[in-house]
C-alpha cells in the first residue's frame, strides 16, 4: 500500500472513529445502537493502528512546538456538536483544545493572554460576530495566532479575509481537510 493510500484511509478511519465517538457519548448506555457505535468505534481504531507505524513520519503526526510539548488551540462555534467533533479530532492529533460558544468570550481570552493558542479555528456564521470579524481582533491582539476559518456556506462568498486565516474548509470537509490544515500550518 502506498504512503497516500495509506494517508486517506487514516482521514477516512479518522473520519468513522470520530462519529463512532460522538455517537457513543449521546445514546444510553447498554442500548443496541450505543453496543454497535461501540464496536465501530473498536474496529476503525484497530483499523487505524494497523496503517499508523507507516504514517508516523507523515506530517498529520500529533503537532509538537519545538520544545516538545502540545500545541494549544483555541476552538470557537456555537454548534456543541461541531464544537465538540472538532475537539476530539484536535486531541486524537494530539493537541490540547479549549473551546467557547462565544466569539467574545474567545476574543477576552486571546486579548489576556495572546500568547497562548498556536492555533485559532473559528465558525464563520455565529451569533454576536461573524468569523471574519473575530479573525480581524484576533489579528489585532496577536497577529502571529494563524486561523482557520469554517464555513457552511460556499468559501468564495466571503468577504475579504484578513491576513492571520491561513485556511478556509466547508463544514462538509471538515473531518477530512481539518488534519491536513493543521499539519500545513504547524510544519
Known sequence: MDDKLRHDLNNLLSTVITYAEMLMQDLPPGSQA???????????TEAQRLINPHLKDHPAAAPEKAGGTARHVLVVD???DVREMIAILLEREGCTVETTALPQAALTLVRQTPDAYDLVILDQTMPQMQGDALAREIEQANPDIPVILITGHNPQDLPVLPENVQDVIEKFTLLTDLPIAISEIFD
Not at 34 to 44: H, L, M, P, T, Y
Open 78 to 80: 456555537d454548534q456543541p
Open 34 to 44: 450505543r453496543n454497535f457505535s461501540a464496536a465501530i468505534f473498536k474496529s476503525g
